[in-house]
């Protein structure tokens, strides 16, 4: 443990971890309520990165629709909550179980395309219920259902923010542990093996489809919880929760911190959202009236990751040894 | 009876645009094995860039036939920049690259053309209707979608089967490797392949602007639905987008049209005229999926 901290990778990591542990404390000392907003949409978001990982980055399986299961989970809060069901006790169970049917459902039928279809059909199936949640007129449609956050009575009080960021952040932590235990299991090898070399895998007996297919279920069911959350967080569920460009940035977060590492969503999530909140006064400071285009600037910044960076954030600490 | 037949146009119209964004499409997936995201782009810029020369030249025509070598000039100016470097990669990295032109694209127009969207208005010698049955109007600027549209099919059914370059470029669809040691000059191949699509993209966004609206993100949803059309076609097939592109645009336009009243019978009516978009473009979902599942590599897609 101690020896884990004299890496760079290790104290960066600690470091992270603390600063977002104490996070409410940090900004009620210093009054910056907006700031806890968006750690909180960056420990959701990094639950989300986390579980994609899983799936594309120990398992290789470029999947374009995990936002998804934003949406699924979201909705499902949203839509209980409409109906009078306030209870957590009932609401979050009811979302994980719906995202981890729907993900048993998609992965059976995608896992057996491979490569630029497997990106195409999980894209199509995310697009199906993206037209399907605007098609909900009962539930707003395209604009969106307002909710209100879920009950815990006598457990915890989700209106406060504090309260609701620290119980986000206790579930990141137990995300990021269950993650390092798949990675590391004998299960998580196999995907992994898989990953480098399918048919080898195939060849030495272990039936790869139902490894993936339990992998891609586990993934969206942690994506489900995501989409829960992100729900509360705003208080508010749409189908813009689960547009593909949504796919498209957890694909962007993982891939920027670094695929296949424990840590790599967490690191390319606090990129992401600090780039998005950094670049546009950055650019302002270089030329009034630029940083209204800042992704004019992460748009090529991007273009060179993809070409360029393809080890991420989690590369630049050092070489990892495992 | 007539309004079927409108609808069934409107459909053939709706496709052939499609068409003509997946010929592009797929043409550069099927030799460059390159997924192209930002392909949505170019159809944007091409709207956008013929509203500009309209604008410039007062003439649609002359607006519209001048911003095509503008948007081949564009096209081949991404590919000698980016898309070039993306050709050896793995899938991942080509979705990542093309995701960041995207955003630049995007933002690249609200940056020269502000944020409000704008409006191409139908030149004046088609804007009317003509009889194609008797009795039966039709907006004349639709039909001449039509004509283009076939027009450019039939071009290109000719380019890939009749012509040398067409040769070349089934020859790349099936081994890219082996023209290459042939003493095909890939290189050039690959920028004409890439311009030429973005050409049709563009053709494809600027004949769209007077019927919908120039706007930033106006390509976004139109490319997946176009990659769901080479899906279904099988990558690298253009016999194959044609027939799919015609498919989804019955189904989209016609579901549209009639689903309303079909639902009407057990739901509201408010409810069934939000519903009815929704369930055409699921529709097209769950086509694409029942093709995949039963034929992996889509309907004329080579068999791996």
Request: charged share 10%.
């Amino acid at each position: 443990m101690m020896a884990a901290l004299r890496t760079p990778r290790g104290l960066a990591t600690a470091l992270i971890l603390l600063v977002l542990a104490i996070l409410p404390l940090l900004t009620q000392a210093f009054d910056q309520r907006y700031l806890l907003s968006i750690g909180t949409r960056i420990v959701i978001w990094s639950i989300a990165a986390v579980s994609l990982n899983m799936i594309l980055g120990y398992g290789g399986l470029v999947s374009f629709g995990h936002a998804v299961f934003f949406g699924i989970g979201g909705y499902a809060v949203g839509i209980l909550s409409a109906h009078g069901v306030s209870s957590g006790w009932i609401q979050w169970p009811v979302a994980l179980l719906a995202a981890t049917a729907w993900a048993i459902l998609i992965g059976a039928l995608s896992l057996r395309t491979r490569g630029l279809y497997f990106i195409m059909i999980t894209l199509a199936f995310a697009q199906l219920v993206y037209y399907v949640g605007g098609g909900l007129e009962a539930y707003g449609g395209d604009d969106g259902l307002n909710i209100s956050r879920s009950r815990f009575p006598g457990v915890i009080d989700l209106r406060d923010k504090a309260n609701f960021y620290w119980l986000c952040f206790a579930l990141l932590c137990a995300t990021l542990w269950f993650c390092s235990r798949y990675a590391n299991s004998r299960f998580g090898l196999v995907i992994r093996g898989a990953k480098s070399n399918e048919l080898r895998m195939t060849a030495l007996g272990f039936p790869v489809f139902r490894y993936r297919l339990a992998a891609f279920t586990i993934s969206g069911a942690f994506g489900g919880l995501a989409g829960i959350l992100l729900a509360n967080e705003g208080a508010y569920v749409s189908p813009a929760m689960m547009s593909w460009m949504k796919s498209g940035d957890l694909i962007v977060i993982v891939v920027l911190g670094g695929m296949g590492t424990l840590f790599g969503p967490l690191y390319g999530t606090i990129a992401f959202f600090v780039l998005e909140e950094a670049l546009p006064p950055l650019l302002n400071l270089a030329h009034k009236g630029w940083g209204e285009y800042w992704m004019i600037v992460f748009g090529p910044l991007l273009v060179l990751i993809a070409l360029y960076a393809r080890g991420g954030i989690d590369s630049l600490l050092g070489r990892r040894h495992e | 009876m007539e309004y079927l037949l409108l609808q069934m146009l409107n459909g053939v119209q709706l496709g052939l645009l499609m068409f003509l964004l997946a010929a592009g499409l797929t043409l550069t997936l099927g030799i460059m094995d390159l997924v192209n995201l930002a392909h949505g782009s170019l159809y944007m810029m091409g709207a956008y860039i013929a509203w500009t020369l309209i604008g410039v030249t007062d003439s649609f025509v002359l607006g519209a036939l001048l911003a095509l070598p503008a948007t081949f000039l564009l096209g081949v100016a991404v590919e000698a920049v980016v898309i070039r470097r993306l050709y050896a990669r793995d899938h991942l990295t080509q979705v990542l690259a093309t995701f960041g032109l995207i955003l630049f694209f995007n933002e690249l127009v609200r940056a020269v053309w502000g944020p409000a969207g704008k409006s191409i208005a139908v030149p004046g010698f088609l804007n009317r209707t003509i009889e194609i049955l008797p009795g039966v109007p039709y907006p004349a600027y639709r039909f001449a979608i039509i004509i283009v549209g076939a027009g450019v099919a039939i071009l290109l059914a000719w380019l890939v089967a009749r012509t040398r370059l067409g040769m070349v470029i089934r020859a790349g669809a099936s081994n890219r490797r082996m023209i290459g040691a042939l003493g095909v000059n890939i290189e050039l191949l690959f920028s004409l392949v890439f311009g030429l699509g973005a050409v049709f993209a563009g053709l494809a966004g600027l004949m769209a602007a007077p019927i919908a609206s120039v706007r930033i993100g106006m390509g976004d949803d139109i490319l997946i639905l176009a990659l769901v059309i080479i899906v279904i076609g099988g990558i690298g097939s253009i016999k194959g987008a044609f027939i799919a592109a015609m498919v989804v645009g019955q189904i989209d336009i016609v579901g549209r049209a009639f689903l309303p009243d079909l639902l009407k019978t057990f739901m509201s009516s408010s409810a069934a005229s939000s519903a009815a978009p929704a369930i055409s473009q699921v529709l097209v979902y769950v086509l694409m999926a029942a093709v995949l599942v039963w034929r992996p590599t889509g309907l004329f897609g080579q068999r791996t």
